[in-house]
């Protein structure tokens, strides 16, 4: 089965670092989705990425957070700097979305971010 | 804009017994709507969806879920409960992309299925 991969698994580091989440998509999907899961808010939507092109990104607090799809097989999320507040489940997702599309988005297993 | 109301937070049920997951929406025009499941330490999988036609849609892993557009629900169902059936599920609209507004999913909050032995 195709799978989305999300690197690292796991990622502890202290606030004022830098922090790169990376997503490999399914091969063929034309839609990313980054999504933050915590107890208290949730899982909320970041971002999304269309044919590469960023579509929305209100989710996302733009002073620190980043996103971009360098190819087709590459998704990144970063924060610079990190705080503690930013400690959560970091999920990407891909699916297949056009106008009249109802598929069904994919995630992987999300990046667990700790930041101390 | 479009929302998703998950009203409860937990549901226990014995193995065996039949169990539902109340799922109610708000959208702009006909939604497309979707249930998944989150076991512990995993990403979301999909489990069934509606789009149009037959109200009662069948998914993976024997659930079921019946759309109501009069009451603007979408409960999830399974006849028979599992153990294994334990984990947080949720529920998630998009408007017709048709319409206008937001073409990303929009997700409850969650609802945690306990499934007693």
């Known amino acids: 089965d195709a799978r989305v991969t999300q690197t690292p698994r796991h990622k502890v580091t202290e606030m004022g670092q830098e922090v790169t989440m990376r997503c490999q998509p399914i091969l063929g999907h034309n839609t990313v989705f980054w999504y933050r899961q915590t107890m208290m808010q949730g899982l909320e939507l970041l971002a999304y990425f269309r044919n590469r092109a960023p579509l929305d990104d209100s989710g996302m607090p733009k002073d620190r957070f980043s996103a971009e799809m360098p190819d087709a097989t590459l998704a990144t999320l970063k924060i610079q700097p990190s705080e503690p507040r930013d400690s959560a489940v970091y999920f990407c997702a891909s699916g297949l979305v056009y106008t009249d599309s109802n598929q069904p988005q994919h995630f992987g297993d999300g990046t667990r971010l700790s930041i101390l | 804009a479009q929302s998703v109301a998950q009203p409860e937070d937990q549901v226990k049920v014995a193995e065996g017994n039949p169990l539902t997951v109340k799922c109610t929406y708000s959208?702009?025009?006909?939604?497309?709507l979707f249930w998944y499941v989150q076991y512990p330490n995993r990403g979301l999988q999909f489990l069934l969806k509606?789009?149009?036609?037959?109200?009662l849609v069948k998914g993976s892993y024997g659930f079921e879920a019946e759309f109501n557009k009069s009451q603007t629900s979408f409960h999830l169902k399974k006849p028979s409960a599992l153990v294994s059936d334990s984990a947080l599920y949720f529920c998630?609209?998009?408007?017709?992309?048709?319409?206008?507004?937001?073409?990303?999913?929009?997700f409850g909050s969650g609802t945690r299925l306990q499934v007693q032995p």
């Open positions: 959208v702009s025009g006909n939604p497309y």
């Open positions: 509606y789009i149009t036609g037959d109200n």
């Open positions: 998630a609209v998009r408007p017709n992309l048709m319409d206008t507004g937001r073409r990303a999913l929009t």
